[in-house]
T-cell receptor, first 110, second 115 residues
Framework: GQQLNQSPQSMFIQEGEDVSMNCTSS?????WLWYKQDPGEGPVLLIA?????ELTSNGRLTAQFGITRKDSFLNISASIPSDVGIYFC??????????FGTGTRLKVLA | DAGVIQSPRHEVTEMGQEVTLRCKPI?????LFWYRQTMMRGLELLIY????????DSGMPEDRFSAKMPNASFSTLKIQPSEPRDSAVYFC?????????????FGPGTRLTVL
């Protein structure tokens, strides 16, 4: 099935560092979602974005809906060990169907 | 509030056996989705229900797969007969569709292993 391009694929960072990841699409989207998936669990919604240019924060997480509507970014500030997991973006183009990114696997070294 | 509930969490079966996965969506949600997740293909949408009616089943891989939603609070995904390549994590997600800005909430998934 179709997937969004998400980068980086994986990251190893030191505790306390900031993290940036992004998602790009060839299609325009009306909604961007960011999820985190822990091992053995389902994806948990972190942030939802509904307007181009929108910048939304959730604690140490900040996500932006790209102006072109073809990309989105997620930043995590001052990473901690529990930030470990796989982060997925998902884009929706006005129908029910979400297209999911390939995931960014984050590992935090204490 | 309870999230999306799936059962079983783990299922190990032998090739050829029938497998039934169950899902209870979040109360009040009108849309339900079944996904399959594998390392190779990521998250794939299998089928989408709206108001208990299957709207899009184009992601269902073969006739061996079938899904039902007899009421707003219950859905099943059945594989018969199962094959080793069906081994994956199957997620159910639900949302309240408002015409374009709904967000999906996932269950914990069922990890299926077909030997």
């Amino acid at each position: 099935g179709q997937q969004l391009n998400q980068s980086p694929q994986s990251m190893f960072i030191q505790e306390g560092e900031d993290v940036s990841m992004n998602c790009t699409s060839s299609s325009i989207f009306n909604t961007w979602l960011w999820y985190k998936q822990d091992p053995g669990e389902g994806p948990v919604l972190l942030i939802a974005l509904y307007k181009a240019g929108e910048l939304t924060s959730n604690g140490r997480l900040t996500a932006q809906f790209g102006i072109t509507r073809k990309d989105s970014f997620l930043n995590i500030s001052a990473s901690i060990p529990s930030d470990v997991g796989i982060y997925f973006c998902a884009g929706q183009g006005g129908t029910y169907k979400y297209i999911f990114g390939t995931g960014t696997r984050l590992k935090v070294l204490a | 509030d309870a999230g999306v509930i799936q059962s079983p969490r783990h299922e190990v079966t032998e090739m050829g056996q029938e497998v039934t996965l169950r899902c209870k969506p979040i109360s009040g949600h009108n849309s339900l989705f079944w996904y399959r997740q594998t390392m190779m293909r990521g998250l794939e949408l299998l089928i989408y229900f709206n108001n208990n009616v299957p709207i899009d089943d184009s992601g269902m891989p073969e006739d061996r797969f079938s899904a039902k939603m007899p009421n707003a609070s219950f859905s099943t995904l059945k594989i018969q007969p199962s094959e080793p390549r069906d081994s994956a994590v199957y997620f159910c997600a639900s949302s309240f569709e408002t015409g374009g800005t709904d967000t999906q909430y996932f269950g914990p998934g069922t990890r299926l292993t077909v030997l």
